[in-house]
C-alpha cells in the first residue's frame, strides 16, 4: 500500500484555498482537488502490513505526546525552487514539531527528511513553459493566508491512483491528547 501521514485542512478553508489555485490555473499544472488538500507530515511509499502496524504504533505515541494546537496557513512557494517550480504550495510554520517529531520517531524505518517545510501542496508543475510568469505569481503571493485552523489529529492515509487521479482513503485517525 502506498501510504502516508497527514493533517487535513479543515473543511472551512478548502474554498479559500480553491480560490487561491484559480490564479494558478491558467499555468500548466495539475491543481489538487478539495478533497485531498492536506498537510503531508511523512511520505511513506509502498508498505506492507506487518511495517503499517509499526507505523500505527508509532503515530499513537506521538498524537499521545501532542496536545490541539493552532496552526496559520500562509506564505505561498514553490519546491524545489522558485525558479524551477515542480511544486506550488502554501506553507504553515507551527506544524514544524510535528513533523519533527514524526520524522524522528520513523527515521529508523524510513530515514530523515533533509529539510522540513511544513506544507499544503497547491499544484504539481506539469511543464515550465512560462515559468518566469509562474514565478511572478509566486512571488507575488508569499504572504498569501488562507486562516488558521486547529490540529487535532494525524491521519494514516493510503493513496488509491485512478483514472480520475489519486483518492485518500483514511487507515487510521490518531487523536492528539
Known amino acids: ?35 485531498n488538500l492536506h498537510f503531508t ?26 496536545s490541539p494546537f493552532s496552526i496559520d496557513i500562509n506564505g505561498m512557494g514553490a519546491f524545489p525552487s522558485l525558479n524551477y517550480a515542480r511544486v506550488v504550495w502554501i506553507g504553515a510554520k507551527q506544524l514544524y514539531a510535528l ?20 506544507h499544503l501542496t497547491l499544484a504539481r508543475v506539469r511543464s515550465s513553459g512560462d515559468k518566469d510568469a509562474l514565478r511572478n505569481f509566486i512571488e507575488a503571493s508569499k504572504n498569501v493566508g488562507i486562516g488558521t485552523m486547529v490540529v487535532g489529529e494525524i491521519k494514516l492515509k493510503i493513496s ?10 483514511d487507515v487510521e485517525i490518531f487523536s492528539l491528547e
Do not use: H, W
Open 99 to 118: 513533523q519533527k517529531a514524526v520524522d524522528d520517531t520513523l527515521a529508523d524505518i524510513f530515514g530523515r527528511e533533509e529539510n522540513i517545510v511544513p
Open 160 to 169: 488509491v491512483v485512478t483514472r480520475k487521479g489519486p483518492v485518500y482513503e
Open 41 to 66: 507530515l511523512k511520505f511513506l511509499g509502498e508498505v506492507n502490513e506487518e511495517v503499517i502496524e509499526e507505523v500505527k504504533s508509532k503515530a499513537r505515541k506521538i498524537a499521545s505526546s501532542f
Open 1 to 35: 500500500m502506498r501510504c502516508f501521514l497527514a493533517v487535513d485542512l479543515d473543511g472551512g478553508l478548502k474554498e479559500k484555498v480553491a480560490d487561491i489555485q484559480k490564479g494558478l490555473a491558467g499555468f500548466d499544472v495539475n491543481l489538487v482537488s478539495k478533497e
